[in-house]
């Protein structure tokens, strides 16, 4: 496993518990990558639509913004 860039896309696949890049948590309303800490499940550009593909972004707490794509 990498280290994902903030943008990347997420993708389906079978679980791999050794994997960290798979693990994530709960923290102040966002979804939270295990592996970098500072990333969060985010909905790409805000489209709340069928078929828009989630991404892992910087998490806007961290940063005292509240980012409405990453509020789960």
């Known amino acids: 496993g ?7 896309k997420l993708v389906l696949q079978a679980c791999d518990a050794a994997s960290a890049a ?3 948590g709960h923290q102040t309303g966002n979804i ?4 970098t800490a500072h990333d969060c499940l985010d909905l790409t550009d805000g489209k709340a639509v069928a078929g828009t ?11 005292g913004v509240d ?3 990453q509020d789960w």
């Open 2 to 8: 990498s280290t994902p860039a903030s943008g990347t």
């Open 53 to 63: 593909q989630l991404q892992i972004f910087g998490c806007g707490f961290f940063a």
């Open 32 to 35: 939270v990558n295990a592996l």
């Open 22 to 24: 798979q693990h994530w």
């Open 67 to 69: 980012n409405t794509n």
